[in-house]
């Protein structure tokens, strides 16, 4: 088993509040960090645009990973969100297996 953290941005903290709590209520990751105050600067339909935005970092494994994926889309506001998993190559063990007993179905 790996384990993932899975960074999503979201328009506010409403937003990451929403997904958060239900991707942890409905055990597809083990718990989310929300970091408020970015700002994105990005290219969008031909212009470059910035705005305020949250981040999420979710705490995941990769057996969960598609699971979480396709809830966080459906709960996600923007017609193209960003969604990524990084893989976590070195876990304190411990932490590993809350993460693991956390996101059990």
């Not at 409905?26 to 212009?47: D, F, M, T």
Request: glycine share 4%; charged share 25%.
């Amino acid at each position: 088993m790996k384990a993932l953290f899975v960074y999503i941005t979201v328009p506010d903290e409403t937003s990451a509040g929403i997904l958060a709590r239900t991707l942890v209520e409905e055990r597809l990751c083990a718990g989310a960090n929300i970091i408020p105050g970015l700002k994105s600067v990005y290219h969008w339909q031909g212009k470059i645009e910035e705005q305020g935005e949250c981040a999420c970092i979710l705490k995941t494994t990769d057996e969960r990973w598609t699971a979480l994926e396709k809830r966080a889309l459906e709960l996600h506001p923007y017609e193209t969100p960003c969604i990524a998993a990084l893989a976590a190559e070195h876990v304190h063990p411990p932490f590993l297996r809350w993460i693991a007993e956390e996101t059990r179905s």
